[in-house]
């Protein structure tokens, strides 16, 4: 008979742990999805950044393929006024000698037009 009492106490008191081991049970399940939901929320964020990063690097290399198109144009430039400045000098050089066959051609045209002159008065 003395265990019987005992026996309905332990009862009483699985009863009264079973509602707390069920209540933890239900927190337990609550906290699942939570930190579930959290997981997701920071692998969203991990993949923002990443696409960040790409946008951030696609920008930079966009920015150097405009770059070196800059430098290219500045160097056909460079080259167009090289040859500007050879032509230039070609002219310079040209001048000088066209201007002499012209003095050239000047004279003979004098001679030839005093030795008409003079034969013709002779």
């Known amino acids: 008979m003395n265990h019987e009492p005992q026996s309905m106490i332990q009862g009483l008191r699985s009863m009264i742990h079973r509602p707390q081991s069920m209540i933890q049970g239900l927190q337990s399940m609550i906290h699942g999805p939570q ?10 964020q ?17 920015s150097m393929i405009q770059g070196l198109q800059s430098m290219i144009q500045g160097l056909r430039s460079m080259i167009q006024g090289l040859r500007s400045m050879i032509q230039g000098l070609r002219s310079m050089i040209q001048g000088p000698q066209l201007m002499s066959y012209d003095l050239r051609s000047l004279i003979h045209g004098l001679q030839s037009t005093y030795q008409q002159r003079l034969s013709q008065s002779l």
Do not use: D, F, V
Request: aromatic letters at 0%; hydrophobic letters at 45%; a neutral charge.
């Open 35 to 44: 930190s579930m939901i959290q997981g997701l929320q920071s692998m969203i």
């Open 46 to 62: 991990g993949l923002q950044s990443m696409i960040q990063g790409l946008q951030s690097m696609i920008q930079g290399l966009q």
